[in-house]
Nanobody, 115 residues
């Protein structure tokens, strides 16, 4: 069983930055593809960025060039650096880990972009 705990959300002004963290219960990065998703009110959950155990990361067009996914394998932590934030980035942000039919989610962290 994989446990994921997000942190780092909050209120930020347009143009500002935030870094989200996702602490995992073990070194899942060896085997699981990990990623960040978000869900805005009234909208479906959407993928933002994914990072396989090996290989290239992938970004959604909406965040490419603004958001950066990274991981620290010594701390079992996944990060999402968010820059140039816009009001439309307001959502609950989730981290995810999947491998085959195993799919795990964190509880989510709220990000609000507003002046």
């Amino acid at each position: 069983q994989v446990q994921l705990v997000e942190s780092g959300g909050g209120l930020v002004q347009p143009g500002g930055s935030l870094r989200l963290s996702c602490a995992a219960s073990g070194n899942i990065f060896l085997f699981y593809t990990t990623g960040w998703y978000r869900q805005a009110p009234g909208k479906q959950r959407e993928v933002l960025a994914t990072m396989p155990p090996r290989g290239n990361t992938n970004y959604a067009e909406a965040v490419k060039g603004r958001f950066i996914i990274s991981r620290d394998t010594t701390k079992y932590t996944l990060y999402l650096q968010m820059n140039s934030l816009k009001p439309e980035d307001t959502a609950v942000y989730y981290c995810n880990a999947y491998l085959g039919n195993q799919n795990y989610w964190g509880q989510g962290t709220q990000v609000t972009v507003s002046s």
